[in-house]
């Protein structure tokens, strides 16, 4: 009967309400929607007033609904009923609204087009327009789910560990079709872990369809059988309707996970860290973070991971690395001169740690990897002349005493412990939006050890004249010493009091 629906749903561009009022339908629909087995299949508000619908052109239309929440993939009828108060158009529409999903997931303004006839509506007016949610997704017709399983570990490559789990499931069909087989497997204590699928075509009579489960998901997972297979579904056709669903269907033989293959390579999840001092100035040039990893297949890596402090990233480092078989360490070797500039003290977070093969393939990944020891960023490596980074001040000035500010002077000290030289120091002024209002630079010479303030006048008139209240960022602030070049840096150093552009 649903299927019937369906037909005349795509045959049809423009229905009365008459037409459809008397068709026989074979749904149900309410707040909590129940499919022939009992199961709940979608729960949302399934009748909705008042949602938005606009036309594209004279005979299509499109249904904006507010929230859906999906409990499981199936087939669904959107009923779009148009009330003027007078005559009702009730316009349907079928449409797949949910992806494979292990858990319940909400969609949020799903997006349903629906052929409407614009013409026959101009002339009415008072329209409130409601629209219902039927599930449509069992066709027990199709064929069925036997309730026979068997299961073995394989393994292809002769190393005595497996290469996937497979499962075996029996089906009885009763029309040819194309069908896909999908089924989710738990362990006892009811982690999802992984899921297989084989899709075919099927002729009548009863079949054995083979699902593999990745034996290295398995491993990876660290938890042992006997396993659960939590659900098996028969989906019918390429748009994959149910045709017959079995929850708790089966329990494997037991297995260790340590019997299915391990990855060509893996973390093992022992780090170290340590301060690296590489010209004996008592400065850290780098951090060197030690990662150890466990290699089955010797070759050409990649290993990449991140720095952070707790709200700043402080550099990405990758290495290409040749790995031998067996537990080995390498180290990746972080800038000090970048931690020192970004002045975030630690401890310090390796995160979005990864290990590629010589293809670029992502074999092992940690999003939140290690923590280092405590740091503090002035052990790290920088000039014997640097910014003090505590130091920014700012005010406006009004030189004539007119009222208004000539120009926004900038200030702050340098932390001097060098013989002296001759040096250059810039910054930019940089509105809410990170526009550039304006850039000053200032040529100084330093004597040795002697403190020093640099001020930079940013003017008033292009504060103006840019039109943005402050607060202001300085940023971009360079050091640099006109011999060897920059010295220090600082991307977002200060932020100035609230001034008005109209102060200027
Ligand atoms: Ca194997
Ligand atoms: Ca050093
Ligand atoms: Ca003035």
């Known amino acids: 009967m649903a299927y019937a629906i369906f037909i005349l749903a795509i045959s049809s561009t423009c229905l009365l309400y008459s037409d459809l009022v008397n068709a026989s339908k074979n749904v149900k629909s309410g707040v909590t929607t129940d499919t022939a087995d009992g199961e709940t299949v979608v729960s949302s508000p399934a009748t909705q007033d008042n949602p938005v619908f606009t036309f594209v052109d004279n005979l299509r239309g ?4 507010p929230e ?9 009828k959107v009923e779009l009923l148009l009330d003027f108060s007078t005559n009702q158009f009730q316009i349907e529409k079928i449409t797949q609204l949910s992806e494979v999903t292990q858990a319940p997931k909400p969609i949020s303004e799903p997006s349903v087009p629906v052929d409407v006839c614009k013409a026959d509506m101009a002339t009415k007016s008072g329209a409130t327009h409601a629209y219902k949610l039927l599930d449509e997704s069992v066709l027990p017709d199709f064929g069925k789910l036997i309730g026979n399983y068997s299961d073995i570990g394989i393994d ?5 560990f497996y290469n996937s789990l497979k499962l075996s499931v029996g089906v009885q069909i009763h029309k040819p079709s194309s069908y896909n087989i999908v089924a989710w497997l738990k362990n006892a204590s009811g982690t999802q ?3 297989a699928s084989a899709w075919g075509k099927l002729e009548v009579g009863s079949h054995t369809i083979d699902l593999l489960f990745d034996g290295l998901i398995i491993r990876d997972s660290g938890l042992n059988g006997p396993y659960n297979i939590d659900r098996v579904e028969l989906r019918v056709g390429d748009d994959e309707l149910l045709g017959d669903a079995i929850d708790n269907a089966y329990t494997t033989a037991v297995y260790q996970y340590s019997q299915f293959d391990a990855p060509m390579v893996s973390f093992t999840k022992n ?3 340590i301060g690296i001092d590489t010209d004996g100035d008592g400065l850290y040039d780098l951090l060197q973070i030690n990662v150890e990893l466990d290699v089955q297949e010797a070759g050409t890596y990649t290993v990449m991971g991140s720095l952070d402090s707790s709200d700043s990233i402080s550099g990405t480092v990758r290495q290409e690395v040749q790995l031998l078989t067996g537990s080995q360490s390498i180290n990746l070797d972080f800038d000090g001169q970048q931690i020192f500039q970004d002045r975030k003290d630690g401890p310090y977070y390796l995160r979005r740690l990864r290990v590629e093969d010589a293809a670029s393939n992502k074999i092992d990944f940690i999003n939140e990897a290690y923590t280092t020891g405590a740091y503090t960023y002035i052990q790290f490596q920088h000039d014997d002349v640097s910014i003090n980074a505590d130091s920014y001040r700012d005010q406006g000035l009004d030189i004539d005493n007119d009222g208004d500010f000539d120009s926004l002077r900038v200030e702050f000290e340098l932390n001097n412990a060098g013989q002296g030289g001759n040096y250059r120091a810039s910054a930019d002024l940089v509105d809410e939006n990170g526009k550039t209002i304006g850039h000053k630079e200032l040529s100084f010479t330093l004597t040795a050890g ?10 008033g008139s292009e504060i103006f004249q840019h039109g943005v209240n402050g607060p202001y960022q300085v940023s971009r602030v360079t050091l640099i010493d006109t011999e060897s070049g920059v010295i220090d840096y600082q991307q977002n150093a200060h932020t100035t009091q609230a001034y008005s552009y109209t102060d200027f």
Request: proline share 0%; charged share 25%.
């Open 450 to 459: 002697n403190a020093f303030t640099v001020t930079l006048d940013f003017l």
């Open 271 to 273: 780090f170290s860290d």
């Open 68 to 76: 859906i929440e999906i409990v499981d993939r199936g087939h669904f």
């Open 62 to 65: 499109r249904l904006t609904i």
């Open 156 to 160: 292809t490559d002769g190393d005595g």
């Open 193 to 195: 872990m992984v899921w």
